[in-house]
């Protein structure tokens, strides 16, 4: 039977502690953005395979994120608490992090938005060619099959 690692509760953790989560969440955002960047560059080149990849590790970034965020979410409930403990210093470091965390969210959600748009435009001009190509295909095919053969015309076609 293993033991699972021991868990350090969020609420004895030392200010040190609680900058350095901080820290490694800005990390983790600034690596989000680069990838975003690289997205952005696959999406225009339109190269589906190497954005697949991407968006593959984008996501467990964004797992790593997400766990990130329940670590913090004890100190975010409690900031004033946690605040407290902070020297001067370390609470203007502190507020500066977490002002540098929301920018970087912030940015990020309005580059993937506008993404989805770019990726929405580029699926419709998609599909608009190949409607077009459908319909000239119909149209080539309607021609070969009709009959093209010029016909005589006799006095018993016009009718006389």
Same mark, same amino acid.
């Given at each position: ?14 200010? #040190? ?20 960047? #690289? ?5 225009? @080149?339109?190269?589906?395979? !190497? ?21 913090? @979410?004890?100190?975010? !409930? ?6 407290? /403990?902070?020297?001067? %210093? ?26 989805? !748009?770019?990726?929405?435009? /580029? !699926?419709?001009? +998609? %599909? ?13 095919? +309607?021609? /070969?099959? %009709? ?14």
């Amino acid at each position: 039977m293993t033991t699972a690692a021991p868990s350090t509760s969020i609420s004895t953790e030392q200010p #040190e502690q609680v900058l350095g989560l901080l820290h490694e969440q800005v990390s983790l955002y600034d690596e989000l953005s680069r990838y975003a960047d #690289e997205q952005r560059t696959l999406i225009t @080149e339109e190269d589906t395979a !190497k954005l697949l990849s991407v968006l593959e590790k984008r996501q467990r970034l964004s797992g790593r994120l997400s766990d990130m965020v329940e670590r913090l @979410e004890p100190i975010r !409930k409690n900031w004033d608490h946690f605040r407290d /403990r902070f020297n001067p %210093a370390q609470r203007k470091e502190a507020e500066s992090l977490l002002g540098d965390i929301r920018t970087r969210l912030r940015e990020l959600i309005e580059r993937d938005e506008e993404d989805v !748009k770019l990726l929405s435009s /580029r !699926k419709q001009m +998609a %599909a608009v060619a190949m409607q077009s190509t459908a319909s000239t295909h119909r149209a080539m095919a +309607a021609y /070969r099959s %009709a009959d093209v053969r010029p016909r005589r015309l006799d006095q018993m076609d016009e009718g006389v």
